[in-house]
């Protein structure tokens, strides 16, 4: 972020915490960094905190596997607490992405520029990159093997492949459909290449969607739909981003302006599994009684998983599965619930798309993987330590995780400390004590202008702010997440400093 960009963030946030009431103590509390040096990258020293808890002189191999953000912020943090250590990360990207700022370039808030960066400024010295993948994960050898062929030895592992999208598993859609015949999804990426190319897409998609409700009319309105797979996510909240996102942007809102047309648009949102729009009830209540109703276009498909798209047609077509009341159960005092499943066929003019999500396709089959249950192909890991349930040198970070919570970068900031410090007590011959709490936040964009700032863990909201009630959206959130997250995340959560 360049200096007048900064300025002007400021400029806005200092002014939004006044309108907000707060005090400057809470509004530096708010903040959470003291110095625009700092999060213009101007000054990188560390904090004495950041270097705070268990560390190990001993020698060890350890391994990364994976250059997102849960891998390099492991990096960047072993690196400290185990300085006599031999570490090795194995990743093939040359590009890091940003990657929660593919909903802002959907917005048409951001350039694709702006969301990249190169990952060896990120990796500190004297770490051995090896530029490859990983194929085989052989953890009763303590091995992983690339796919170059090459066998690298480990004492410890930290698995933070993250997640692959599943678009083949939706019948008639390719790669190649996307950007065309009102087929947008925002997830379309490749760090490898650098492509960006999903919010490049769906932000033409909005502009598309916006033409073409001009020229509707509330009687005879276009058909849109926005889908969330029945798998777990990548930011469990994105879809329902671009939902009130594009929607807003017919009302007018947005970078482009113009009159509000949104009545002349029928809004669809489909739940692959699930008949609420958030798991948490507090968020769940602002989402379904105060935010869908102030659109009054958006109608909830639940239980409604995208299985097929005819391009051509403009035809989705969803597997639905429902329950029926059967007989009357004396016993029980109820009446038995029966299953049903059908198919239902929803046409479109424009269509966003949420792939199914795996854990990456190079780990979901290996040993280190759950083998059955809800989790199956997610890590099976503790969901308090992080550690691998029966491989005991074996650490998870970020998306992989076969946790109940924590599919955010947000997540994958909280995981970081708690993994390093249990590594590290295990290094040290110590059981491994830190516990994660299932913490995970998802800025959850309302409209433009407002974000819901949805945190929570394991036992319910776990607002960093409680003086401001989490479940109303507020223009603040919208400031902070826009011009602030993003350089915290290059100089401070990627270098282990958060």
Request: with cysteine; aromatic share 10%; hydrophobic share 40%.
């Amino acid at each position: 972020m360049d200096k007048k960009k900064l300025t002007f963030a400021q400029e806005v946030i200092e002014e939004t915490l006044r309108s907000e009431g707060l005090s400057r103590r809470d509004a530096l509390k708010l903040m959470g960094v003291g110095s625009a040096a700092l999060l213009t990258g101007g000054s990188l020293a560390t904090p004495p905190e950041a270097n705070a808890g268990p560390s190990s002189d001993k020698k060890a191999t350890i391994v990364i596997v994976g250059g997102g953000a849960g891998g390099i912020m492991a990096l960047a943090r072993l690196r400290r607490a185990a300085p006599n250590a031999k570490i090795i990360l194995i990743a093939p990207n040359e590009i890091h992405l940003y990657q929660p700022g593919q909903v802002f370039m959907a917005a048409g808030l951001y350039k694709a520029e702006e969301i990249k960066r190169y990952n060896k400024d990120f990796i500190p010295d004297g770490v051995q990159w090896i530029k490859a993948k990983v194929a085989e994960f052989d953890p009763d050898k303590n091995q992983v093997i690339t796919d170059t062929g090459q066998k690298i030895g480990y004492d410890f592992l930290v698995v933070a492949v993250g997640i692959s999208y599943q678009y083949d598993q939706i019948e008639g859609l390719t790669l190649d459909l996307l950007g065309k015949n009102g087929i947008s999804s925002v997830y379309l990426n490749n760090p490898e290449t650098g492509s960006v190319k999903g919010g490049e897409i769906t932000w033409e998609w909005f502009k598309l969607m916006r033409a073409a409700a001009e020229k509707a009319t509330k009687e005879n309105p276009i058909q849109v739909i926005c889908t969330q797979p029945a798998t777990p996510i990548k930011c469990g909240g994105a879809p329902q981003k671009i939902l009130y996102l594009s929607d807003d942007f017919l009302r007018g809102n947005g970078p482009i302006g113009g009159a509000d047309v949104h009545q002349n648009a029928k809004f669809y949102f489909t739940k692959g599994k699930g008949t609420k729009l958030f798991g948490v009830p507090e968020y769940n209540e602002t989402l379904s009684k105060r935010v869908q109703p102030m659109y009054g276009n958006i109608e909830n498909k639940w239980d409604h998983n995208l299985v097929k798209i005819d391009p051509k047609k403009k035809i989705a077509t969803f597997h639905h599965t429902y329950y029926v009341k059967g007989k009357w159960d004396p016993d029980l005092e109820e009446y038995e619930m029966i299953k049903k499943e059908r198919m239902v066929e929803l046409p479109y003019d424009f269509i966003h798309i949420v792939p199914p999500m795996t854990a990456a396709n190079e780990f979901k089959s290996s040993p280190l993987a759950w083998q059955k249950g809800s989790a199956k192909g997610w890590m099976e890991a503790d969901r308090y330590t992080l550690q691998h349930r029966r491989y005991k040198n074996v650490f998870g970070i970020g998306d992989v995780l076969g946790i109940p919570k924590g599919k955010t970068g947000g997540s994958a900031r909280h995981h970081g400390p708690i993994m390093t410090q249990n590594l590290i007590d295990v290094m040290n011959g110590k059981e491994p004590k830190a516990q994660f709490d299932g913490y995970t936040v998802c800025p959850l964009k309302t409209q433009y202008g407002r974000i819901m700032l949805a945190e929570f863990n394991y036992d319910g909201p776990a607002p960093s702010f409680p003086f401001l009630d989490p479940a109303e959206p507020r223009w603040i959130w919208w400031a902070f997440d826009l011009y602030m997250l993003k350089p915290m995340y290059w100089n401070l959560m990627l270098r282990g400093l958060m």
